[in-house]
């Protein structure tokens, strides 16, 4: 009896220990994001929180505060940033409650693309307070579009060139060349476009690198788990993947720990043509990642984003 006793006790230990890795991979501590566990349930009137000025330099980087806001009240939960989370839980049909809940918290934390959500301060939808620079167009399942109304690709540069630098690439880990050749097969069906291969000495249209510590501005990347990719919207034509990063280049196959290449690589493409984020969960444009999702075929969002800026004749 005793026996069975002890065999049933270790088997309950050993469950709750298989458990613990699952529960810590859902917010986990060290990533760049981290900070943000301390913050969950914090609201306007609070002020010298940790984590609270890292929180107002994440929101400015991806769009939501100007950094001038940072830099004044960088310890003070105030209005502006009640306000700039409420836009932030509009964008991610989160409930629009201004306060760091818990759902907020955790969509914050994913891994993503570092293109801003929002550009020079202004959200794809409209306000009645603001003039819009981008096109709010619907896609057929009532999303607004994050499409960008004057950023884009003149027609004498519609045939552009690309190359891969092949000196940032880990050797032995990605094949970018075909990941690149078939994203932008894509977005040649749906767009005026086309692409040709360059040399890596040459000079190109758009440059294609994965990186350590460069990320094609002169900036570092934070990380594993953070910013996955950045691209320059049009003409300035770079791209660049943090290499820190388990990454899958195996279109079929992508591990659960494991980013899908591919996927970002097709929704990078689109910066670089000029196309921002989308509301929409299931469209490519779609700024955050989880590891062995696969996002690898354009949406009608996406479509429709694409032919906003660049209408077929």
């Not at 940790?50 to 105030?78: I, R, T």
């Not at 032995?172 to 078939?182: A, D, R, S």
């Not at 509301?279 to 996002?295: L, N």
Request: hydrophobic share 35%; with cysteine; glycine share 8%.
């Amino acid at each position: 009896m005793a026996a069975k006793i002890y065999l049933v006790v270790y088997a309950i230990i050993m469950l709750q220990l298989s458990l613990v890795p699952h529960i810590c991979q859902s917010k986990p501590i060290d990533s760049p994001f981290g900070f943000l566990n301390s913050l969950e349930g914090s609201t306007k009137g609070q002020e010298n929180v940790d984590g609270l000025h890292q929180l107002k330099s994440y929101l400015a980087k991806f769009g939501y505060l100007e950094n001038q806001v940072v830099f004044e009240n960088d310890n003070l939960f105030d209005e502006k940033l009640e306000k700039a989370i409420k836009t932030y839980q509009r964008n991610y049909k989160l409930s629009v409650t201004g306060h760091l809940d818990g759902a907020t918290i955790t969509q914050m934390m994913k891994p993503r693309c570092g293109c801003p959500d929002i550009m020079n301060g202004r959200n794809s939808k409209r306000n009645k307070d603001e003039t819009s620079i981008y096109k709010n167009r619907k896609s057929r399942n009532g999303t607004s579009l994050y499409v960008l109304g004057n950023t884009k690709w003149p027609p004498s540069k519609y045939n552009l060139t690309y190359k891969i630098l092949s000196k940032t690439l880990v050797p032995g880990t990605f094949n970018m060349k075909h990941l690149v050749e078939e994203s932008l097969k894509q977005w040649v069906e749906f767009s005026p476009f086309t692409f040709s291969e360059g040399t890596d000495g040459s000079k190109t249209d758009l440059v294609f690198g994965v990186a350590r510590w460069n990320r094609g501005d002169g900036k570092p990347f934070d990380g594993p788990g953070g910013v996955l990719a950045l691209s320059c919207f049009p003409t300035g034509g770079w791209s660049s993947y943090d290499a820190t990063e388990k990454w899958s280049d195996d279109i079929d196959d992508t591990k659960p720990d494991q980013f899908d290449l591919y996927s970002v690589v097709l929704h990078e493409i689109g910066h670089l043509l000029g196309v921002a984020h989308s509301k929409d969960p299931t469209a490519v444009m779609f700024p955050t990642f989880g590891f062995g999702q696969k996002r690898q075929k354009l949406q009608p969002d996406d479509v429709q984003g694409i032919q906003a800026l660049y209408r077929p004749n």
